[in-house]
């Protein structure tokens, strides 16, 4: 039976959709078919909350099968014909749905504008005949603690009173200053859990987009990712410059007649210098600047925008204050701030119990993706990025810390740094910036160094500038522990990233070599490769540690190892020196480690595919199951994951160095952000593995 859960409320103004994002998050981590129903919906155009669910988690549900009916059908049938025709009817909705998923996110009614009778029954009675559990949600904005406590417990009462299965109920938008003594009381008070999120003020800001559209303005400068900047504040212009200069706050829209090039430059100018970094500009009177204070103004901030309106400044003023941030498909950042909100103020463990979501056998790409998020943030660590100043990096950076994966240290020269996260539209007061180049750090690093490379005739002077590479800055971090792993590779070669490494950090005990591993995410399983990256020709001595590695590091992330050791023969069919050195890894890995299922030598289709396995080894433990697969040379492994990353649409994530004492990994260069997001998360929990018991540094490192 399709399982299901009801995300409802008692008023508008909740902010609901963090919570409907949130618990759709939780959904995806342990379910592979997740369908969306929406039994009422508002006709004035799409749904902007399912655009979003639909893009970010990949769903494949049809839109129209998303929703039961309008508002306005709903209360016309409603009026005619009665309240169990028009329960009858989103039933039969529902049911149609909920027979092709395995569980169904129901989104109750909003409580704006719908003139729905006795709404909060309504959704009673549907979460009932749907047969889902209810999580009502209180909006606590501008109520005072006391008041809102009160709201908490009638709205369990409401529903629980109507014979619903009330699992938990959230508290949305208090002041933060309220949440603890909030939670603490309600905690007392309430018989299922309460979990109590404060108000952000970046997810209730407008995006710099909406306001254009709102507004019906022009885009004259700016690209997609300043479009997508909050404006957090407004900041009207008519002052002198000076004056207005010091008006200016974090984040803010400027909003000025487009006559004043001054202002318009003099915003733009503290933008680029990072004091402070703006949202955009919006210029009204339907005036526009030159072509030369325009030119100007893209060279001085690219990317931040600049929008032309038609209206007076005053009128202006009072649309802007009517709007309100919506989360949205074309707004992914502040995505990722609603669900690092939601994860940290919701007991998520508790939630996912208390649904009754239980892990599927099959693991997704989206479900590895949430594993390595949620094991990353529950024991925090300190990953260091030497790119600093790359454009990817930057962006994956202000993914990690919106969605609060792990500390952050990034390399670089800080003004620069800055600099261009400001023209990015990124915050980063979250994350530590050191120069490698002025740190402290470089005498205590360089003498670290020279005592290291001694033998290779390294003095102090110059590995003083040795370790001013950030490379090596960082590796030295990772080393002394100030970090406890490091990511680089985005835009410096593989050698540069891992030699540093080999110098400083060296192997682990019992390993023979570094070696690297791809998780290749396909549709309905994640798969190990290894080695694609690392070691060219390995011999079987090498070949064995690579797979015992391999074996360990797929285990640590939760996919069990079934190790096939992979050649042009099967079994006993072929001979020569290469299937050889197969056979001879394989034994030594039995010999090794007798607890490790391995099969080989082994073709790849007989590896993975039940019906291959049957014909050509049928008595396998590990034939067409396999989980791990150990190519026996480089060219091969290479080839083979890039094959199938492109032509099978996989998902590669790696490579994933393995065999270090302390965790370091390299990037692809033309890795994508969610790449390096997924290598940072893959990173903090090896560190987490690596030594467990170690608690992440108290304070960040002094630069």
């Known amino acids: 039976m399709t399982r299901s859960v009801y995300v409802t409320g008692i008023d508008r103004g909740d902010g609901r959709q963090v919570v409907e994002l949130g618990v759709m998050e939780l959904l995806t981590r342990h379910v592979d078919k997740v369908g969306v129903f929406r039994p009422l919906m508002h006709s004035d155009g799409p749904d902007r909350l399912y655009e979003l669910l639909r893009s970010r988690y990949r769903l494949t549900q049809a839109p129209e099968s998303v929703h039961g009916m309008s508002y306005e059908d709903g209360t016309a049938l409603q009026a005619e014909q009665g309240t169990d025709e028009l329960v009858s009817r989103l039933v039969d909705r529902f049911h149609e749905v909920a027979g092709e998923y395995e569980y169904v996110l129901v989104l109750g009614t909003d409580f704006a504008g719908t003139n729905v009778p006795a709404e909060l ?94 507004l019906g303005g022009e885009v004259l400068l700016g690209d997609g990712a300043g479009l997508a900047r909050d404006a957090l504040d407004f900041v009207f212009g008519g002052a002198m410059l000076p004056t207005f200069l010091a008006a200016l706050t974090p984040g803010c829209l400027v909003i000025t007649p487009g006559d004043r090039s001054d202002l318009v430059i003099g915003a733009l100018a503290a933008h680029s210098a990072g004091t402070p970094p703006i949202a955009g500009i919006v210029l009204t009177l339907d005036e526009r600047p030159g072509e030369d204070i325009m030119a100007l103004a893209a060279r001085l901030a690219p990317g931040t925008p600049v929008v032309s309106v038609p209206g007076y400044s005053f009128p202006t003023a009072a649309e802007l ?84 994966v792990c500390d952050l240290t990034l390399l670089g020269e800080e003004p620069a740094i800055r600099k261009k996260a400001a ?48 490379s090596y800055f960082g590796t030295l971090m990772v080393q002394e522990g100030l970090a406890d792993g490091m990511v680089s590779g985005a835009a410096h ?108 030598p082994i073709q790849y289709d007989a590896a993975v595919e039940p019906t291959v396995a049957a014909t050509k080894l049928p008595e396998s433990e590990v034939a067409g199951r396999a989980t791990v697969l150990i190519f026996p040379d480089l060219n091969t492994g290479n080839n083979t994951y890039k094959a199938v990353q492109r032509s099978a649409g996989a998902i590669a994530v790696g490579p994933v160095l393995q065999g270090l004492r302390k965790p370091v990994n390299d990037l692809s260069r033309g890795a994508l952000v969610q790449d390096i997001v997924n290598t940072v998360a893959i990173t903090a929990v090896q560190a987490q593995t690596a030594d467990p018991a170690a608690a992440p540094p108290a304070a960040a490192p002094a630069p």
């Open 321 to 404: 204050f009517a709007l309100e941030g919506k989360l949205t498909a074309g707004a992914p950042r502040k995505a990722e701030t609603a669900l690092g909100l939601f994860e940290r103020h919701v007991d998520t463990a508790e939630l996912t119990n208390r649904i009754s979501l239980a892990k599927s056998s099959r693991v997704t790409p989206m479900m590895f993706e949430h594993e390595l998020i949620e094991r990353s943030r529950s024991a925090r660590r300190r990953v260091v990025l030497p790119e600093g100043f790359e454009e990817r990096v930057l962006r994956a950076a202000d993914v990690l810390l919106r969605r609060d």
């Open 121 to 214: 029954a309504l959704n009673a009675r549907l979460a009932n005949e749907f047969g889902a559990s209810v999580i009502p949600v209180v909006g606590g904005q501008g109520q005072t603690a006391e008041s809102v406590r009160a709201e908490a417990r009638n709205a369990y009462r409401a529903y629980d009173a109507e014979g619903c299965d009330v699992v938990a109920v959230i508290v949305n938008r208090v002041a933060p200053a309220d949440r603890e003594v909030i939670a603490e009381r309600l905690s007392a008070r309430l018989p299922v859990p309460c979990y109590v999120l404060p108000e952000d003020a970046s997810l209730s800001a407008p995006t710099v987009q909406q306001i254009a559209t709102a």
């Open 493 to 600: 070669s593989t050698a540069a990233t891992i030699r540093p490494a080999f110098e400083i950090i060296k192997t682990a005990p019992g390993a023979a070599i570094v070696s690297s591993v791809f998780f290749m995410c396909l549709a309905d399983r994640v798969l190990v490769y290894g080695d694609c990256a690392v070691n060219p020709d390995p011999n079987a001595e090498q070949l064995a540690d690579i797979a015992v590695q391999s074996a360990s590091t797929a285990a640590q992330f939760g996919v069990e190892p079934r190790i096939a050791m992979l050649s042009y023969s099967t079994g006993t069919s072929g001979s020569g020196a290469d299937v050889d050195k197969v056979r001879r890894a394989t034994e030594i890995v039995r010999a090794q480690r007798p607890d490790l299922l391995i099969e080989g």
């Open 423 to 470: 023209e990015l539209g990124i915050d980063l007061s979250g994350a530590q910036i050191i120069d490698p180049q002025t740190s402290p750090l470089r005498e205590l690093f360089a003498e670290r160094y020279a005592g290291l490379r001694a033998h290779k005739g390294v003095s102090v002077e110059l590995a003083h500038d040795i370790v001013a590479d950030v």
